[in-house]
């Protein structure tokens, strides 16, 4: 769930009523949220934030994590706002395929060689029963 809002008391009572609304949900559809592993964290552009908000669901206080990342909408989000995490993730993402593609294009070039008379055959053959 991602809430904005332009003062911190907005914030927590906006997060507060889509808890409230959410654990209503749940209710109704008799499902169980696990508070302890629920978490929230305050994304910022400066680091003035300092003190926590008081978010609660059912008389469960849920814990404020810092130094955390997010991931929302394929895009890795860390608690300042910086890119780093991002990149690394997509680099090492990219670095794995690019090893996979490289492994590929070395075989069909080997497989290409020794089976051009045989896909010859093969495509003579789909050609005629089509």
């Not at 003035?48 to 890795?76: A, D, E, Q």
Request: glycine share 4%; aromatic share 8%.
């Amino acid at each position: 769930m991602l809430i904005s809002a332009s003062t911190i008391s907005e914030l927590e009572q906006k997060a507060n009523f889509h808890i409230l609304n959410i654990n209503k949900w749940l209710i109704a559809n008799r499902l169980h949220l696990n508070t302890d592993k629920t978490c929230y964290s305050v994304f910022l552009p400066n680091k003035s934030f300092s003190s926590t908000i008081s978010l609660k669901i059912n008389n469960s206080v849920i814990n404020r994590v810092t130094n955390c990342t997010c991931k929302y909408l394929g895009i890795i989000i860390d608690d300042q706002l910086k890119w780093s995490t991002h990149i690394k993730t997509v680099e090492q993402k990219l670095k794995h395929l690019i090893g996979i593609l490289c492994k590929i294009c070395y075989k069909l070039e080997i497989w290409g060689r020794a089976q051009r008379e045989a896909a010859r055959g093969v495509r003579k053959q789909a050609l005629i029963n089509f």
